[in-house]
């Protein structure tokens, strides 16, 4: 699956989050990022990484990850149920 590159700030608000578009209509959602190894824009492909995570939040402990995915009617939805997601 290949997508386009996006940032935002809308999801976890002080953070780096990158967002990728799918030609499907998905997207996935990658919060906490210490940087980017994308740019907006930008398309990349299955398997690319896109960023690092970082120790940002609250009352974190260390480096962690929020992954989302949403459908194409902007609905997050359970990433087991997304065919060819492997968690």
Not at 5 to 22: A, G
Not at 55 to 60: D, E, L, V
Request: aromatic letters at 10%; hydrophobic letters at 30%; proline letters at 5%.
């Amino acid at each position: 699956e290949i997508g386009w590159c996006d940032w935002s700030s809308d999801v976890c608000s002080s953070d780096l989050t990158i967002v990728i578009k799918y030609d499907n209509g998905y997207t996935s959602v990658y919060c906490h990022c210490r940087d980017a190894s994308v740019s907006p824009g930008q398309r990349v492909s299955a398997g690319q990484q896109v960023g690092h995570t970082n120790n940002t939040g609250a009352w974190t402990t260390g480096p962690h990850l929020h992954f989302a995915i949403k459908n194409s009617s902007g609905n997050y939805v359970n990433p087991r149920s997304v065919p060819g997601i492997q968690i």
